[in-house]
Nanobody, 123 residues
């Protein structure tokens, strides 16, 4: 397993941008698909984006065209660039690592999780 630490959350006005980072420990980072999930109070955790070890990415429909996931294997880091933020994007964002082949999008496919970082979008 890998250890994951997120950073970059904060308070932003609607229409603004934030970039989240997730730093991973271990020498096998490049083997993992890396995903971002989010959870807001009273709601279930939901998939946001994933990038696999080949660089292919997938997104939830709610963020497609606004969010971009990217990875830097040299820095053991995955990023989530969030643009055109909306109040409904407010949540705790967690990164996660998976050895499932392809573009996993279910929580159960991810074995390692970070603690999360709060993103709050004001209207």
């Amino acid at each position: 397993q890998v250890q994951l630490v997120e950073s970059g959350g904060g308070l932003v006005q609607a229409g603004g941008s934030l970039r989240l980072s997730c730093a991973a420990s271990g020498r096998t980072f490049s083997h993992y698909a890396m995903g971002w999930f989010r959870q807001s109070p009273g709601k279930e955790r939901e998939f946001v984006a994933v990038v696999n070890n080949s660089g292919w990415a997938a997104y939830a429909n709610s963020v497609k065209g606004r969010f971009t996931i990217a990875r830097d294997n040299g820095k053991n880091t995955v990023y989530l660039q969030m643009n055109s933020l909306k109040p409904e994007d407010t949540a705790v964002y967690c990164c996660a690592a998976s050895l499932v082949w392809g573009l996993p999008q279910k929580s159960a496919d991810f074995a390692s999780w970070g603690q999360g970082t709060q993103v709050t979008v004001s209207s």
